[in-house]
C-alpha cells in the first residue's frame, strides 16, 4: 500500500493512446519532497514496454538522493497489477529516473487487458527521501517528512517548533536510534509521535544539524556555530551530539583566553580542562571574575570543581 510512504497518492493520465502515438512522455507534478521537485511520469520505456516513473529534478551531478518508492499501474485485473508494481529503495543520480516494471505495450494497447479506460491509465504512487548525499559526499538524513511506515511501526519521535498557532514545523527522526545514542529519549519509544517542543530561541535548522550528528552524520563547523549547536544539543539532551561537538572544538586548539568563558557558559567540562592547562590561576580567577555570576552558579558541580581546583591548587 502507498499509504505507507510521507507523499502518496493516486494520478490518472488522460488520452494515453494520443500521447504514445506521438511518442509523448507524460508528467504530473507532485511538489516539493525532500527538497526537491519531484514528477510523476508515465509513457513508452522502450518501442515495446511501457512504464511509469519518479523523476526528481536535481540539475547537480554531484547530488545524490536515497529513496524508497511504490509505483504500481492500476488494473482491474489484481494479478496483472500485482505483477508489474515495483516497490524497493534506490539512489538517484541527478540524471536517473524510479521506475516500475516494464510492461509490455502490446498488452497496455489491448483494451481487453484492463490497463486503459477510456483511454486514461491510472498511476498509485509512494515517495520517501530517506537521505540526500550532498556535494560535500556527505549522506545526511530527511527530517523533514515522517518515515515510512511510523504509523504501524510507531518507530518515530516528532520535535516540534510552534510559530503560531496556525504555523507549526516539525523534524521526525527514528526513535530507535535517538534512544540508543541519547539515553534521555530510552523512555519515548511507547507512543507514536513524542512531540517535544524545543525552547523559543532555538532555530529549527540548527536543531536539524544537531540531530544529524546525533544520528552518526559528521559534519565540520565553524567556531561560533559549534558553541550553539552546543547550546541547542544540551537543551535538548542529545547527548552523543554534544560529545562530539565538544571533541570538534577540543581538536582545534584554540588559544583565546576568551574561550574558557564560552566553556563555563556551555558547561564544556573536557573543552574546558583543555583551555585551564593553558593559562595560570591568576589568569583563571582574572577571566572568572569577568563573568556573569550567574553563569557559574548554573554551572554543573564538575565545572566548578575545577575552577577551585584551578584557582586554589594550580591543577589542569
Known amino acids: 500500500m502507498s499509504d505507507k510512504y510521507s507523499t502518496n497518492g493516486i494520478h490518472t493520465f488522460e488520452d494515453v493512446v494520443a500521447h504514445l502515438a506521438q511518442r509523448e512522455h507524460q508528467t504530473h507534478s507532485l511538489g516539493r519532497i525532500g527538497g526537491f521537485e519531484w514528477k510523476l511520469g508515465l509513457g513508452k520505456y522502450t518501442d515495446t514496454s511501457f512504464r511509469s516513473s519518479l523523476f526528481c529534478e536535481n540539475d547537480n551531478s ?18 496483472l497489477q500485482e505483477k508489474f508494481k515495483q516497490e524497493t529503495l534506490t539512489n538517484l543520480k541527478h540524471d536517473a529516473f524510479a521506475t516500475s516494471k516494464p510492461i509490455p505495450l502490446l498488452e497496455v494497447l489491448n483494451l481487453k487487458n484492463g490497463w486503459l479506460n477510456d483511454e486514461k491509465c491510472t498511476v ?21 517528512e515522517e518515515l515510512f511506515d511510523c504509523q504501524r511501526k510507531q518507530n518515530m519521535i516528532s520535535f516540534c517548533q510552534e510559530i503560531d498557532s496556525n504555523n507549526k514545523r ?37 536543531l536539524e544539524k544537531c540531530l544529524q550528528i546525533a544520528h552518526g552524520v559528521r559534519m565540520k563547523f565553524s567556531t561560533y556555530l559549534l558553541f550553539e549547536f552546543a547550546r541547542v544539543a544540551q537543551s535538548l539532551y542529545l547527548t552523543n551530539a554534544s560529545h562530539f561537538i565538544e571533541e570538534q572544538m577540543i581538536w582545534k586548539e584554540y588559544k583565546d583566553e576568551g574561550f574558557i568563558y564560552y566553556a563555563i557558559k556551555c558547561d564544556l567540562s573536557r573543552f574546558l580542562a583543555v583551555h585551564l592547562k593553558k593559562v595560570t590561576p591568576e589568569q583563571t580567577l582574572k577571566i572568572i571574575r569577568s563573568i556573569n555570576e550567574g553563569h557559574i552558579d548554573n554551572s554543573s558541580m564538575e565545572i566548578k570543581k575545577m575552577i577551585v581546583a584551578k584557582v586554589l591548587y594550580g591543577r589542569y
Open 62 to 79: 554531484k547530488v545524490e538522493v536515497r529513496i524508497r518508492y511504490y509505483l504500481k499501474v492500476k488494473n482491474s485485473n489484481e494479478i
Open 124 to 144: 498509485e504512487y509512494g515517495i520517501q527521501v530517506e537521505a540526500v548525499q550532498g556535494d560535500d559526499g556527505i549522506r545526511k538524513f530527511n527530517f523533514y
Open 170 to 206: 516539525y523534524l521526525h527522526c527514528h526513535k530507535q536510534i535517538l534512544s540508543h545514542n541519547c539515553p534521555h529519549y530510552s523512555d519515548n519509544t511507547t507512543e507514536s509521535h513524542a512531540k517535544l517542543i524545543p525552547d523559543h530561541d532555538i532555530v529549527l535548522s540548527d
